[in-house]
Protein backbone atom coordinates (compact mmCIF):
# COMPACT_ATOMS: atom_id res chain seq x y z
CA UNK A 1 0.00 0.00 0.00
CA UNK A 2 1.92 3.36 -0.99
CA UNK A 3 1.45 5.52 1.67
CA UNK A 4 4.69 7.85 2.13
CA UNK A 5 5.16 11.32 0.82
CA UNK A 6 8.56 12.32 -1.20
CA UNK A 7 8.97 15.80 -0.10
CA UNK A 8 12.21 17.48 -1.71
CA UNK A 9 13.36 21.28 -1.53
CA UNK A 10 15.14 22.59 -5.01
CA UNK A 11 17.61 24.93 -3.65
CA UNK A 12 20.10 27.12 -6.12
CA UNK A 13 23.43 25.17 -4.35
CA UNK A 14 21.78 22.09 -2.44
CA UNK A 15 18.83 19.44 -3.45
CA UNK A 16 17.15 18.17 -0.09
CA UNK A 17 15.02 15.12 -0.47
CA UNK A 18 13.17 13.05 2.85
CA UNK A 19 10.72 10.33 2.96
CA UNK A 20 8.57 10.99 4.88
CA UNK A 21 5.29 8.52 6.37
CA UNK A 22 2.94 9.77 9.51
CA UNK A 23 5.47 12.82 9.85
CA UNK A 24 8.36 10.07 10.32
CA UNK A 25 11.21 10.59 8.12
CA UNK A 26 12.09 7.00 6.72
CA UNK A 27 15.18 8.12 4.97
CA UNK A 28 17.24 11.32 3.59
CA UNK A 29 18.80 12.07 0.77
CA UNK A 30 21.05 15.43 -0.71
CA UNK A 31 22.69 16.16 -4.03
CA UNK A 32 24.45 19.11 -5.41
CA UNK A 33 21.95 21.20 -7.37
CA UNK A 34 21.70 21.54 -10.72
CA UNK A 35 19.48 24.27 -11.54
CA UNK A 36 22.64 27.06 -12.48
CA UNK A 37 24.17 24.20 -14.09
CA UNK A 38 21.70 21.72 -16.28
CA UNK A 39 18.38 22.99 -14.96
CA UNK A 40 16.96 21.04 -18.35
CA UNK A 41 18.16 18.41 -16.79
CA UNK A 42 15.96 18.84 -13.30
CA UNK A 43 13.50 16.49 -13.11
CA UNK A 44 15.65 13.88 -14.39
CA UNK A 45 17.82 14.73 -11.49
CA UNK A 46 14.85 14.20 -9.17
CA UNK A 47 13.40 11.32 -10.04
CA UNK A 48 17.09 9.46 -9.86
CA UNK A 49 17.54 11.00 -6.44
CA UNK A 50 14.44 8.98 -5.13
CA UNK A 51 15.06 5.97 -6.73
CA UNK A 52 13.24 3.05 -4.62
CA UNK A 53 11.35 5.62 -2.66
CA UNK A 54 8.68 6.01 -5.49
CA UNK A 55 6.80 2.55 -5.58
CA UNK A 56 5.58 3.32 -1.52
CA UNK A 57 4.86 6.52 -2.25
CA UNK A 58 1.52 8.04 -2.42
CA UNK A 59 2.60 11.94 -2.78
CA UNK A 60 5.22 14.29 -4.37
CA UNK A 61 5.79 17.37 -2.17
CA UNK A 62 8.42 20.03 -3.62
CA UNK A 63 9.75 23.26 -2.32
CA UNK A 64 11.33 25.18 -5.17
CA UNK A 65 13.40 28.25 -6.10
CA UNK A 66 11.90 30.16 -8.49
CA UNK A 67 8.65 31.90 -9.57
CA UNK A 68 6.49 28.80 -9.11
CA UNK A 69 3.38 29.35 -11.47
CA UNK A 70 0.60 26.71 -11.75
CA UNK A 71 2.25 25.15 -14.86
CA UNK A 72 5.72 26.04 -15.06
CA UNK A 73 8.59 27.41 -12.71
CA UNK A 74 10.48 30.39 -14.02
CA UNK A 75 13.86 31.27 -13.47
CA UNK A 76 14.93 34.30 -13.66
CA UNK A 77 18.47 33.95 -13.31
CA UNK A 78 18.30 31.56 -16.56
CA UNK A 79 16.24 33.55 -17.98
CA UNK A 80 13.95 30.33 -18.62
CA UNK A 81 10.65 28.54 -18.22
CA UNK A 82 10.81 25.11 -17.16
CA UNK A 83 7.38 22.83 -17.30
CA UNK A 84 8.56 21.23 -14.37
CA UNK A 85 5.20 19.92 -12.87
CA UNK A 86 4.60 18.09 -15.99
CA UNK A 87 7.94 16.59 -16.06
CA UNK A 88 7.58 15.17 -13.05
CA UNK A 89 4.02 13.93 -13.12
CA UNK A 90 5.25 11.92 -16.09
CA UNK A 91 8.27 10.19 -14.46
CA UNK A 92 6.69 9.70 -11.09
CA UNK A 93 3.24 9.43 -11.91
CA UNK A 94 2.29 10.21 -8.43
CA UNK A 95 0.07 13.69 -6.98
CA UNK A 96 2.07 16.64 -6.82
CA UNK A 97 1.87 19.96 -4.93
CA UNK A 98 4.60 22.41 -5.74
CA UNK A 99 5.28 25.75 -4.07
CA UNK A 100 8.11 28.24 -4.06
CA UNK A 101 11.16 27.93 -1.21
CA UNK A 102 10.46 30.84 0.31
CA UNK A 103 6.75 30.06 0.69
CA UNK A 104 7.94 26.72 1.98
CA UNK A 105 9.97 28.45 4.66
CA UNK A 106 7.25 30.75 5.50
CA UNK A 107 4.64 27.31 5.75
CA UNK A 108 7.73 25.22 8.07
CA UNK A 109 8.01 28.57 10.23
CA UNK A 110 4.17 28.76 10.89
CA UNK A 111 3.89 25.70 11.31
CA UNK A 112 6.89 25.10 14.10
CA UNK A 113 5.50 28.39 15.58
CA UNK A 114 2.14 27.11 15.74
CA UNK A 115 3.58 23.76 17.73
CA UNK A 116 4.61 26.09 20.43
CA UNK A 117 1.21 27.32 20.74
CA UNK A 118 1.93 30.77 19.39
CA UNK A 119 -1.19 31.41 17.70
CA UNK A 120 -3.12 29.84 20.79
CA UNK A 121 -6.78 31.84 20.53
CA UNK A 122 -5.25 34.47 18.02
CA UNK A 123 -5.67 34.56 14.11
CA UNK A 124 -3.14 32.47 12.49
CA UNK A 125 -1.43 35.15 10.03
CA UNK A 126 2.51 35.42 10.27
CA UNK A 127 4.47 36.90 7.50
CA UNK A 128 7.88 35.35 6.53
CA UNK A 129 10.66 37.31 5.12
CA UNK A 130 14.28 36.25 4.19
CA UNK A 131 17.17 38.44 3.34
CA UNK A 132 20.10 36.98 1.81
CA UNK A 133 21.93 37.77 -1.84
CA UNK A 134 17.79 38.75 -2.36
CA UNK A 135 14.87 39.84 -0.42
CA UNK A 136 11.87 36.92 -0.66
CA UNK A 137 9.07 35.85 1.31
CA UNK A 138 5.81 33.89 1.99
CA UNK A 139 2.07 34.98 4.07
CA UNK A 140 0.58 32.93 5.83
CA UNK A 141 -3.08 34.40 6.12
CA UNK A 142 -5.63 32.95 8.84
CA UNK A 143 -4.06 29.52 8.45
CA UNK A 144 -3.53 29.31 4.59
CA UNK A 145 -0.70 29.85 2.26
CA UNK A 146 -1.21 32.79 -0.17
CA UNK A 147 -0.62 31.62 -3.81
CA UNK A 148 -1.33 32.88 -6.92
CA UNK A 149 -1.50 31.84 -10.32
CA UNK A 150 1.63 33.96 -11.83
CA UNK A 151 3.45 32.68 -8.74
CA UNK A 152 4.61 36.53 -8.31
CA UNK A 153 2.74 37.35 -4.91
CA UNK A 154 4.46 37.62 -1.35
CA UNK A 155 7.81 38.11 -3.37
CA UNK A 156 7.94 40.71 -0.75
CA UNK A 157 11.66 42.31 -2.44
CA UNK A 158 9.37 43.76 -5.01
CA UNK A 159 7.71 46.02 -2.17
CA UNK A 160 9.45 49.47 -2.94
CA UNK A 161 9.73 51.85 -0.07
CA UNK A 162 10.17 55.31 1.14
CA UNK A 163 13.82 56.05 -0.03
CA UNK A 164 15.80 59.79 0.67
CA UNK A 165 18.19 60.53 -1.79
CA UNK A 166 18.81 59.14 -5.87
CA UNK A 167 16.63 56.14 -6.50
CA UNK A 168 17.67 53.21 -6.44
CA UNK A 169 16.85 50.85 -9.60
CA UNK A 170 16.08 47.00 -9.10
CA UNK A 171 16.44 44.48 -11.58
CA UNK A 172 12.70 44.12 -11.77
CA UNK A 173 12.33 47.57 -13.37
CA UNK A 174 11.08 49.63 -11.10
CA UNK A 175 12.91 52.03 -8.09
CA UNK A 176 13.10 51.52 -4.27
CA UNK A 177 12.26 47.99 -4.12
CA UNK A 178 12.88 46.48 -0.40
CA UNK A 179 15.60 43.98 -2.66
CA UNK A 180 17.46 46.76 -4.54
CA UNK A 181 18.05 48.50 -0.84
CA UNK A 182 18.50 45.81 1.67
CA UNK A 183 19.41 42.48 0.22
CA UNK A 184 23.15 41.37 0.88
CA UNK A 185 23.30 41.79 -3.14
CA UNK A 186 22.28 45.42 -2.92
CA UNK A 187 24.94 46.23 0.20
CA UNK A 188 27.25 44.80 -1.71
CA UNK A 189 26.79 46.77 -5.05
CA UNK A 190 25.78 50.04 -3.07
CA UNK A 191 28.97 49.94 -0.84
CA UNK A 192 31.42 48.99 -3.75
CA UNK A 193 30.17 52.79 -5.69
CA UNK A 194 30.77 54.54 -2.38
CA UNK A 195 34.34 53.05 -1.83
CA UNK A 196 35.32 52.57 -5.49
CA UNK A 197 36.57 48.84 -5.02
CA UNK A 198 34.38 45.48 -4.54
CA UNK A 199 33.13 45.50 -1.39
CA UNK A 200 31.64 42.07 0.30
CA UNK A 201 28.21 42.15 2.21
CA UNK A 202 30.22 40.60 5.18
CA UNK A 203 32.62 43.54 4.66
CA UNK A 204 29.95 46.16 4.82
CA UNK A 205 28.62 44.98 8.35
CA UNK A 206 32.85 44.55 9.30
CA UNK A 207 33.19 48.21 8.41
CA UNK A 208 30.73 49.56 10.11
CA UNK A 209 32.09 50.98 13.20
CA UNK A 210 35.03 52.15 11.28
CA UNK A 211 33.52 53.84 7.98
CA UNK A 212 30.32 56.01 8.57
CA UNK A 213 29.45 55.40 4.75
CA UNK A 214 29.05 51.59 5.73
CA UNK A 215 27.21 52.19 8.84
CA UNK A 216 24.58 54.73 6.86
CA UNK A 217 24.10 51.79 4.10
CA UNK A 218 23.46 49.68 7.01
CA UNK A 219 20.90 51.93 8.44
CA UNK A 220 19.02 52.34 5.09
CA UNK A 221 18.73 48.62 4.64
CA UNK A 222 16.97 48.35 8.37
CA UNK A 223 14.51 51.27 7.31
CA UNK A 224 14.00 49.84 3.65
CA UNK A 225 12.55 46.62 5.75
CA UNK A 226 11.00 48.62 8.68
CA UNK A 227 8.68 50.00 5.86
CA UNK A 228 8.23 46.44 4.47
CA UNK A 229 7.00 45.17 8.07
CA UNK A 230 4.57 47.81 8.30
CA UNK A 231 3.27 48.03 4.92
CA UNK A 232 2.51 43.66 5.52
CA UNK A 233 0.87 44.66 8.79
CA UNK A 234 -1.09 46.79 6.93
CA UNK A 235 -2.15 44.08 4.32
CA UNK A 236 -2.42 41.00 6.52
CA UNK A 237 -2.67 42.38 10.34
CA UNK A 238 -0.07 40.23 10.81
CA UNK A 239 1.18 39.86 14.74
CA UNK A 240 4.01 37.96 13.95
CA UNK A 241 6.46 38.18 11.19
CA UNK A 242 10.03 35.60 11.45
CA UNK A 243 13.10 37.95 10.01
CA UNK A 244 15.39 35.46 8.52
CA UNK A 245 18.06 34.96 5.80
CA UNK A 246 21.89 35.08 6.11
CA UNK A 247 21.47 39.33 6.00
CA UNK A 248 18.28 38.98 8.16
CA UNK A 249 19.53 37.51 11.20
CA UNK A 250 22.83 40.01 11.79
CA UNK A 251 23.13 43.21 12.99
CA UNK A 252 19.90 44.05 11.14
CA UNK A 253 17.60 42.10 13.05
CA UNK A 254 18.05 44.39 16.45
CA UNK A 255 18.38 47.53 14.14
CA UNK A 256 15.08 46.58 12.92
CA UNK A 257 13.18 46.09 15.95
CA UNK A 258 14.76 49.57 17.12
CA UNK A 259 12.89 50.96 13.93
CA UNK A 260 9.89 49.31 14.51
CA UNK A 261 9.53 50.41 17.83
CA UNK A 262 9.18 53.93 16.98
CA UNK A 263 6.57 53.48 14.51
CA UNK A 264 2.87 53.89 15.42
CA UNK A 265 1.50 50.96 17.83
CA UNK A 266 -1.18 49.72 14.97
CA UNK A 267 2.21 49.09 12.92
CA UNK A 268 4.12 47.18 16.13
CA UNK A 269 4.88 43.62 15.52
CA UNK A 270 6.40 40.86 17.22
CA UNK A 271 9.29 40.29 15.26
CA UNK A 272 11.18 37.14 15.65
CA UNK A 273 14.25 34.94 14.35
CA UNK A 274 13.39 31.65 12.98
CA UNK A 275 13.03 28.35 14.88
CA UNK A 276 16.01 26.38 13.66
CA UNK A 277 15.15 23.21 12.43
CA UNK A 278 17.11 20.98 9.83
CA UNK A 279 15.75 20.62 6.24
CA UNK A 280 13.17 23.21 7.39
CA UNK A 281 12.00 23.84 3.70
CA UNK A 282 11.55 20.45 3.01
CA UNK A 283 9.18 20.19 6.14
CA UNK A 284 7.51 23.24 5.00
CA UNK A 285 6.80 21.59 1.46
CA UNK A 286 5.70 18.39 3.27
CA UNK A 287 3.29 20.03 6.07
CA UNK A 288 1.69 22.20 2.88
CA UNK A 289 1.13 18.97 0.95
CA UNK A 290 -0.64 17.44 4.17
CA UNK A 291 -2.99 20.62 4.50
CA UNK A 292 -3.75 20.61 0.90
CA UNK A 293 -4.50 16.96 0.68
CA UNK A 294 -6.95 17.41 3.26
CA UNK A 295 -8.92 19.73 1.42
CA UNK A 296 -9.39 16.95 -1.39
ZN1 LIG B 1 12.10 45.00 -7.72
Known amino acids: MKKSTIAIDVGGTKISALLIEDGVVLARRKIDSVVHTNLAALAEHLYELCSGWIESSEHLAIACTGQVRSDS ?28 DAAAAAYAQFEMLKREGLFAGKTETLVYITVSTGVGGGIMQNGQLVTSDDGFCAHLGHVTVPHYGKPVRCHCGRDNCVEAIA ?38 AASALTALIANAKAWTGCQYVVMGGTVGVSDLFSLVQQKLALLPAIYQVTLLKPVQGADADVWGAYWYSQAELKKV
Not at 74 to 93: D, E, I, V
Not at 195 to 215: G, H, Q
Open 183 to 220: SGTALSTRASEVLARTVSTAEVFALKDSVPAMAELIDD
Open 73 to 100: IGFLSAKQQLPLQRQLKQLFNLPLTIIN
